[in-house]
């Protein structure tokens, strides 16, 4: 049964969904990625992935006002989002996709290196400022390796930064698995939880002060000043 799930969730995932057409059907009082492309409506309730790297990078004391953050990809459910949201926590962003020239150059001006551009080990360690903040928000499954013994065959989950090149330059460097997978789960239930509590109040998003670790309020504040 799980089985048959998983390969309905592929077959919608790749025949019928639009990440256009599906957003449209969200209602905006809800987390909803686009909501933080608008510079003057921002919602409380954040985008959980974009959210789970903000609250990593807070809570582990990383400075943001001021510093260069760099983000390698620009979906619009982690990329975008998460740009608007470091933009407006002060930090200066530069977004790096594909089609970038000089990628490599770029990445080492980064002071806060954001990987999310969906190729396993893609950045390398030269690619990396001594001393950069790296958070890896790819999750790839690849295939084992030839001539691999039985207990290795399993798919490996890989990051999209080489993760043994970039621990010896970087200052700080999240794992993958466990690290921005395991935030975004917590801030998914952090926000089922926050719409919830609205809900029961009778409020819609925005009539009542934030929850949480309180950055939000600032990205709020930050945006209707600007």
Not at 25 to 41: C, Q
Not at 156 to 161: K, M, N, T, Y
Not at 175 to 190: E, F, H, K, N, W
């Amino acid at each position: 049964a799980e089985g048959k799930a998983q390969a309905t969730l592929r077959m919608l995932s790749e025949k019928e969904l639009r990440f256009g057409r599906s957003v449209t059907r969200i209602s905006p009082a809800k987390s909803h990625p686009e909501s933080w492309l608008y510079p003057f409506a921002p919602p409380i309730i954040p985008p959980c992935t974009p959210a789970g790297v903000v609250e990593l990078l807070l809570r582990s004391k990383v400075s943001l006002e001021g510093s260069h953050a760099v983000i390698l990809g620009r979906s619009q459910i982690v990329g975008m989002p998460l740009a608007a949201m470091l933009g407006r926590l002060g930090a200066t962003v530069t977004i790096v996709n594909r089609r970038s020239r000089n990628k490599a150059a770029l990445c080492r001006m980064a002071d806060v290196l954001v990987a999310a551009i969906g190729v396993p080990e893609y950045i390398k360690g030269s690619w990396i400022k001594p001393g950069a903040v790296v958070v890896d928000v790819g999750i790839n499954y690849t295939e084992h390796k030839k001539g691999a013994c039985e207990h290795e065959k399993r798919p490996r989950i890989l990051g999209d930064v080489d993760f043994e090149e970039a621990k010896q330059v970087a200052s700080v460097l999240t794992p993958v698995p466990g690290g921005v997978g395991p935030m975004t789960i917590a801030l998914l239930l952090r926000n089922t939880a926050l719409l919830a509590w609205y809900m029961e109040r009778g409020n819609t998003c925005g009539t009542a002060e934030p929850q949480g670790s309180g950055w939000e309020k600032t990205v709020w504040e930050n945006t209707a000043s600007s």
